[in-house]
T-cell receptor, first 117, second 111 residues
């Protein structure tokens, strides 16, 4: 299995530009999570989807951030307009449900390092 | 404010020494997980503990969940350079599967 795939791995953009981060979860996984990691705030959950439906977006910082999951194999996190304080590593993770209705572990992608100048 | 406080923030030791990382909270969690993250990669799950007082061993790593399910520790015996990384604890509640992460402990094991 290829694991969770994220693209791009690195993104450098200027303040005010639109940024789109992409994630392909592990095939068969039906829950997907977007996290942001910074030195100051650590690893924070931004939003998660269950069966392509957003369940909890309370971690999304502000209206400049939006996330979509048009199908089971693809999700995007968009920042428009981007600001220097958005600089961070953004991770996508996915999980499936095992026997007994319990979640499996979360499998993380390699992350996208975003730098906004 | 993080729900889970990890200490120490940084730890640098010589190969062969032992180390302990702590994860504390004022909240009760239904389960607690430990992850290790290497530079340029995402966190990888090491263990999940679910029962108060539970102790799990993974080779040279020993994980303990506090009796009240508010704290946990990770102990590494005879550390090796390959143990170098960022160790993260994360808690979850029975109502959902959202993870709340601690800030992490950066461990460096010198050869």
């Amino acid at each position: 299995d290829a694991g969770v795939i994220q693209s791009p791995r690195h993104e450098v953009t200027e303040m005010g530009q639109e940024v789109t981060l992409r994630c392909k979860p592990i095939s068969g996984h039906n829950s997907l999570f977007w996290y942001r990691q910074t030195m100051m705030r650590g690893l924070e959950l931004l939003i998660y989807f269950n069966n392509n439906v957003p369940i909890d977006d309370s971690g999304m910082p502000e209206d400049r951030f939006s996330a979509k999951m048009p199908n089971a194999s693809f999700s995007t996190l968009k920042i428009q307009p981007s600001e220097p304080r958005d600089s961070a590593v953004y991770f996508c993770a996915s999980l499936t449900w095992v026997a007994g209705g319990k979640p499996s572990e979360q499998y993380f992608g390699p992350g996208t390092r975003l730098t906004v100048t | 404010t993080q729900l889970l406080e990890q200490s120490p923030q940084f730890l640098s030791i010589q190969e062969g020494e032992n180390l302990t990382v702590y994860c504390n909270s004022s909240s009760v969690f239904s389960s607690l997980q430990w992850y290790r993250q290497e530079p340029g990669e995402g966190p990888v799950l090491l263990v999940t503990v679910v029962t108060g007082g539970e102790v799990k061993k993974l080779k040279r790593l020993t994980f303990q969940f506090g009796d009240a399910r508010k704290d946990s520790s990770l102990h590494i015996t005879a550390a090796q350079p390959g143990d170098t990384g960022l160790y993260l604890c994360a808690g979850t509640n029975s109502n959902d599967y959202k993870l709340s992460f601690g800030a992490g402990t950066t461990v460096t094991v010198r050869a």
